[in-house]
């Protein structure tokens, strides 16, 4: 018995620990670091950061397309339970300051709207969205130290066309077009404050692997910044029997390096993340840093130190070449860090822009603060292809659309018969103007999508402080699939991390383009002394109102004497019982005027005596001329 | 409110109003004019300070050192321009400008059509009717770096096409040192547009159409392919050489609009910064700031930024901008000889403080004062302090007016007393005169007085005399391009079917009292009056409504015309009422005025008759200008004249020359009778 215990106990730990690997195995999760770099043809340089989580969770144990998310490795713990809390299957949040060029950068990985921009998909289970709706943005105001909890109703939206979900969205996952939500926040600042609740999700945090280079102070000082948070149910593998929740973490940065540095284009990790990559994230499958040096052809650059690889792509006969740096295999223990370093030998020639296939551009027309307009020009630059694309426009109420003033057609004054129009109409105070259209754009030509709106009177408590700085209207959205994979930075790709993207070849590229946010002036009051000064005087005005009608409609008449006392003493009992008493065909005859009497007439009783009792002294010299007359 | 609500009280003030009324109204029009005279006086108006907390002028140091950027390409412009002379802009040359600085560079191509027939082509061939200027403006945009390109500024500066002038290379040089320089910096908040307009307020029309796409039929031009936010300011330079002496700054927009004064003031004080002279309308501000010398100085200052303003045509690219709710100003450079000059550094100085203070901004122009008189470029008048001595003048005509219709139906106190002997002789004289007829006539107008003496004046009688009047406002708004029309087909000069088409109307309705006498109105004292009541209230709220959009011209027109039209009356002393009145009208006015406007600036008198032909020259394009800038530009100051204040003035006309009636013998019988 004294051996069979040890045994016994043994026996028992074995099980134990077996279940306990069983958990741990049924939940793997894999993180992977990626960053790109692309030098542009117009001086700029891109860098994008992309840190991706595959988590296998063991969807069909929830039921549905429901998870409950426990025993967190590499997953973030703060966003795990917000998203179990609110059951949100599909999320979106991007964070960006700037706005992307599209016409001179081309399209960028992950496009997102200037401002903070937020859609949700939630699970088909959810009763009351907009609860969780609300739910979700507060506890994601509070984690990325955000404005999202002034999105409320006014702000947001259910597209219907535009915002399909990127995961997978059948069997377990399939959802209802309700249970959509889409709002943004033009107005809000991005910097520092978003930065650093946002890094703390990753595994790895700032000190190692490439979210290292993240300075602030370097990364806001940019022409373009963006960050981002996207989540989403994906295949697990190629036969897609199980899905996987993947968490992609993204930030883009765009520097200028001519405008600082005598118009060279040089960029090096030490000078705009102000440091280099000492290793990999542990955490991470896979870390790497592409280098784009397709351009290398053209206007040279050295490229320090040597890439651990070359990688050649080709789409549809767009050739890419990619510098590769290994963060596994690359020798840090030999060089003193890793610092990418591009150096050119001339100055940026700048050439006329050779903008994208498909790009948009929107800007607000006419003057003045009654009416307005928004129009958008949709460039489809192919020569022989049509683009099928679908236009999304959000409106806040404050901008009332006309939807009757919409006007698609070609810059040649062709009209364009949109495919499918969806309007919601806006409600003051409540909802927003949403339109979807669907439409195709003829090949080479430009289109012209324009409607006007009027300008709506705020209530004075409703102003902003900086009331005349105006009112955002924020960025327009194109959603379409193009055909080709040239102007992208990274071709879009199902799969997860950029690698995917990069080297492996699709045939359908989906896009989606926001356009320009926009600044409107809506009719202000001069919140000032004046301001008061003019409601002070319409007051007196108001109040004055009565006499001055009175003054300028009374008609005074002949009467006599006698009628005119005993009127007066019948105008006092009148005046007792009530001055709505309906004057007498005599007291007609007597003063017309009368019965025009404005109610504003501020005469007390005593007054009115005295008026009746003067009548005689009344008489205008009209009268008296008349009286003359008579006696003569 | 007892005053007029009490009928007693009521009485007595309508009984002052009448028996006082000619002293009161001297009184106040006395007293109005004085009063807004003496406005420019030092001790009455205010120190110019800045409203706006944001603009935060001068509080960086300048950075600017790219000068001699702005020398080379200045020149090299002045190069290409002494190669191809009478060329079109280098619109290629222009472009790689920008472009070779990182500025996302755009081109803008416009025909604009001006209705005036060209004369050349037509004699030609008849084909093309209209002129026809095509441009092409350049634009370069700055991005801001983190914005979404929501708010933008502009420098913008015309390429001039004068053939033996210069044509601004000074300030393409400066702007292109400028943008060089702005480039560097990653503080901007705001995109910064550089424009390069060609053909001055067309070309500047044409851009301003096109980025809000507000479409006008005579403008054709290709859409632009960028864009920035919506405006917040924009700056207009104009350099006539390398080196300055002072900054002229120009304010006056379309249609008299004025650019909010804290944009003024940013640009003067920083010019003061930098220790470059400023003046308005080339007027140095008086140096001992008080004193007789000085308050003539600062009066002539007002007043030429009066006239300027009550023309309504913008005096440069600013003035366009204007309508837009984008507040602008135009700084030109001037090389004054003998005077301490200053080269690219300061002005590029100026600028890039301006620019900083501009980029400052959080909200848009709203504070400070955008109705405003400068008697110097330090010192402002406000809309508060000049609105009451303007309404003493026109209380003058509300005085007239309240006095005539409570004398309606009053046989005493005549207002126009002492009329009524030369009328009663005039009666007679026409009696004897005209024969028999006319007797039965005058009979039965006598009959008719009898019951209408007293009564109001016939209201019904004004409907033709206004109709008239204002159906010859209306021939007179469309006649001179009717009128270019017609002299097309008879191959007159199209300027001078033009002007004829702008005068003759006025002078064609001079004869109109003569239509209207003829004809059998009624015409007692009563109606007479009432039709001067009538005027004068139409004048009145004509000339209120005017001052409120456009002061300078509401005051101008005010001060002659208001004493004059409450003088007229029928009858008496016709010839100089007549001249009075010519005086007073739209074209006297317009004489008038334009002569002050010379008087004040021009500093050589070369004799009478050279002085009058100056004149007339001037007068003719004024017109000439105010006519086409109404299709062009859309200035309303043409119209304005021909559809409200000369169908008044014509009504007024008609009033000197009416020939009053019957009423006075009446009087006279009822007298016997009784």
């Known amino acids: ?632 | 409110m007892g005053l007029l609500s009490d009928p007693k009280s009521r009485e007595r003030f309508s009984r002052i109003a009448a028996k006082y009324n000619s002293p009161l109204c001297v009184l106040a029009y006395v007293v109005g004019v004085v009063w807004f005279l003496a406005l420019a006086y030092k001790p009455f108006n205010h120190r110019t300070y800045f409203s706006e907390n944001a603009l935060l002028p001068g509080l960086v140091e300048g950075k600017f050192r790219t000068e001699n950027v702005a020398t080379r390409i200045s020149q090299a412009m002045k190069d290409i321009k002494d190669v191809n002379k009478d060329g079109p802009m280098p619109v290629a040359w222009i472009v790689n400008q920008f472009r070779g600085l990182g500025l996302d560079t755009y081109t803008q191509e416009y025909i604009q059509t001006i209705p005036v027939p060209s004369a050349r082509q037509s004699e030609e061939q008849g084909k093309e009717m209209f002129v026809q200027l095509n441009g092409t403006n350049v634009y370069a945009i700055l991005r801001a770096p983190r914005t979404a390109s929501t708010e933008a500024i502009v420098l913008s500066a015309p390429y001039k096409h004068y053939l033996n002038m210069d044509h601004n290379n000074h300030a393409f040089g400066l702007m292109i040192a400028l943008a060089s320089h702005f480039r560097k910096s990653s503080y901007w908040s705001k995109d910064i547009i550089f424009l390069l307009v060609d053909y001055d307020e067309i070309g500047m029309e044409a851009w301003l159409q096109e980025y809000h796409y507000t479409k006008s039929p005579l403008l054709k031009s290709s859409p632009l392919h960028g864009r920035s936010g919506s405006i917040q300011a924009a700056i207009n330079l104009e350099l006539h050489s390398d080196q300055v002496s002072h900054f002229n700054v120009k304010l006056e927009g379309l249609n008299g609009l004025l650019p909010n004064l804290d944009l003024v003031n940013l640009v003067v004080q920083l010019c003061g910064r930098e220790r470059i002279t400023v003046k308005l309308h080339q007027q140095r501000d008086p140096f001992p700031s008080e004193g007789w010398p000085a308050f003539q100085q600062n009066l002539k200052t007002m007043s030429l930024m009066m006239l300027h303003q009550a023309t309504g045509m913008p005096n440069g690219l600013h003035g366009l901008f204007l309508r837009y709710h984008i507040e602008a100003v135009t700084l030109e450079g001037v090389l004054e000889p003998g005077r301490s000059s200053t080269g690219f550094y300061r002005m590029g100085r100026v600028l890039e403080g301006v620019f900083r203070s501009l980029n400052n901004l959080l909200e848009r122009f709203h504070q400070s004062f955008f109705f405003y008189l400068l008697p110097a470029s330090d010192r402002y008048v406000s809309i508060g302090m000049y609105m009451p001595p303007f309404g003493l003048i026109l209380l003058v005509t509300a005085l007239k007016a309240i006095a005539l219709y409570i004398s309606i139906g009053t046989p005493d106190p005549d207002p126009w007393d002492g009329a009524e002997n030369v009328v009663i002789e005039h009666i007679q004289s026409r009696k004897t005169g005209d024969g028999q007829g006319d007797n039965t006539d005058s009979k039965r107008g006598v009959t008719k007085i009898r019951t209408q003496n007293y009564s109001d004046g016939d209201v019904w009688s004004l409907v033709p005399v206004v109709s008239c009047c204002q159906v010859a406002g209306f021939i007179a708004s469309i006649s001179p391009m009717v009128m270019t029309g017609l002299g097309h087909l008879f191959g007159t000069r199209p300027y001078q079917a033009l002007i004829t088409g702008a005068t003759g109307m006025f002078f064609a309705s001079l004869f109109m009292p003569k239509c209207i006498t003829r004809n059998r109105l009624a015409c007692t004292v009563n109606t007479l009056r009432l039709w001067k009541c009538a005027a004068l209230v139409l004048q009145a709220i004509i000339l209120a409504a005017t001052a409120a959009a456009n002061f300078s011209l509401g005051m101008l027109l005010a001060v002659t015309m208001v004493p004059v039209c409450a003088m007229v009356r029928p009858g008496k002393l016709r010839f100089l009422q007549a001249v009075l009145m010519l005086l007073v009208s739209p074209l006297g006015l317009l004489i008038i005025y334009t002569g002050l406007y010379l008087l004040l600036t021009e500093t050589e008198y070369h004799g009478v008759v050279p002085s009058a032909m100056h004149l007339c020259t001037i007068v003719y394009y004024n017109i000439l200008s105010g006519v086409i800038h109404g299709y062009v530009l859309g200035t309303w100051q043409y119209t304005l004249l021909a559809l409200a204040v000369f169908p008044n003035w014509l009504f007024f006309w008609c009033i000197v020359f009416k020939k009053r009636d019957v009423p006075v013998v009446e009087n006279k019988e009822e007298k016997k009778t009784s």
């Open chain 1, 1 to 632: 018995m004294a051996e069979r215990g040890p045994t016994l106990l043994f026996s028992v730990f074995f099980c134990l620990l077996c279940y306990v690997f069983h958990t741990v195995a049924s939940t793997k999760d894999e993180y992977s670091e990626e960053l790109l770099i692309i030098p542009f043809r117009s001086g700029q340089v891109y860098s994008h950061f992309e840190f991706t989580t595959l988590w296998d969770v063991d969807f069909a144990q929830g039921g549905g397309g429901r998870y409950k998310l426990q025993h967190f490795r590499l997953f973030p713990r703060a966003l795990g339970q917000v998203m179990t809390e609110y059951r949100v299957q599909e999320m979106h949040l991007t964070l960006t300051q700037g706005m992307w060029q599209q016409d001179k950068w081309g399209y960028p990985v992950t496009s997102a709207a200037p401002g903070a921009e937020l859609w949700a998909w939630f699970q088909q289970e959810v009763d009351d969205v907009d609860q969780a709706w609300f739910g979700l943005t507060n506890a994601l105001s509070g984690l990325f130290c955000a404005s999202l909890n002034f999105i409320d109703s006014t702000s947001t939206a259910t597209p219907h066309l535009s915002f399909r979900p990127q995961g997978l969205a059948e069997g377990l996952f399939s959802t209802k077009p309700s249970h959509l939500r889409y709002a943004t926040l033009p107005r809000e600042n991005v910097c520092t404050e978003n930065l650093t609740p946002w890094k703390k999700l990753l595994p790895c945090s700032t000190r190692t692997g490439l979210a290292a280079l993240f300075h602030a102070g370097q990364l806001y000082n940019t022409q373009y910044s963006s960050l981002g948070v996207h989540l989403r149910p994906v295949c697990r593998n190629d036969s897609c029997r199980d899905a996987s929740l993947e968490l992609r973490q993204v930030l883009s940065t765009v520097a200028d390096p001519p405008a600082t540095l005598n118009g060279k284009q040089d960029w090096s990790m030490k000078r705009y993340f102000s440091r280099s990559l000492s290793g990999p994230c542990p955490m991470a499958v896979t870390s790497r840093v592409y280098v784009d040096v397709t351009t290398n052809q053209t206007s040279s650059f050295t490229l320090k130190p040597e890439p651990t690889e070359l990688k050649l792509t080709n789409y549809q006969g767009y050739n890419r070449k990619l510098a590769v740096y290994d963060l596994w295999s690359f020798p840090f223990h030999k060089e003193h860090g890793l610092n990418v370093d591009m150096k050119w030998k001339k100055e940026v020639s700048y050439k006329e822009l050779f903008p994208p296939r498909l790009y948009v551009h929107r800007f607000v027309t006419g003057y003045g603060q009654e009416h307005g307009g928004i129009m958008s020009l949709l460039y489809n630059r192919h020569p022989y292809l049509e683009q099928q694309i679908i236009y999304m426009e959000l409106l806040p109420w404050f901008t009332r659309m006309y939807l009757h003033t919409l006007k698609v057609e070609t810059t040649e004054g062709n009209l364009v018969q949109p495919l499918l129009t969806r309007y919601t109409p806006g409600r003051d105070r409540q909802n927003p103007y949403l339109l979807e259209i669907v439409l195709t754009l003829p090949p080479d030509s430009t289109t012209r999508i324009s409607f006007s709106f009027e300008r709506a009177f705020l209530k004075w408590t409703e102003y902003p402080p900086d009331a005349n700085h105006g009112f955002y209207i924020s960025s327009a959205v194109l959603t379409t699939i193009l055909r080709q994979a040239d102007n992208f930075t990274v071709p879009p790709h199902m799969g997860s991390g950029l690698q995917s993207g990069l080297f492996h070849s699709s045939t359908e590229f989906p896009l989606r383009l926001h356009t320009e946010t926009l600044l409107i002036s809506l009719p202000t009051p001069d919140f000032s002394m004046p301001y008061n000064v003019i409601c002070l005087t319409c007051t007196v005005i108001a109040i004055a109102f009565g006499s001055l009608h009175n003054l300028t409609t009374r008609r005074f008449q002949y009467t006599d004497l006698k009628k005119a006392n005993s009127g007066g003493m019948r105008a006092w009992l009148a005046q007792l019982f009530g001055r709505g008493k309906q004057a007498t065909s005599e007291d007609k005859l007597r003063e017309p005027g009368k019965e025009s009497e404005d109610p504003g007439e501020e005469s007390e009783t005593s007054e009115e005596n005295d008026y009746i009792g003067e009548q005689r002294e009344l008489v205008t010299p009209r009268v008296r001329a008349e009286s003359d007359k008579k006696d003569r």
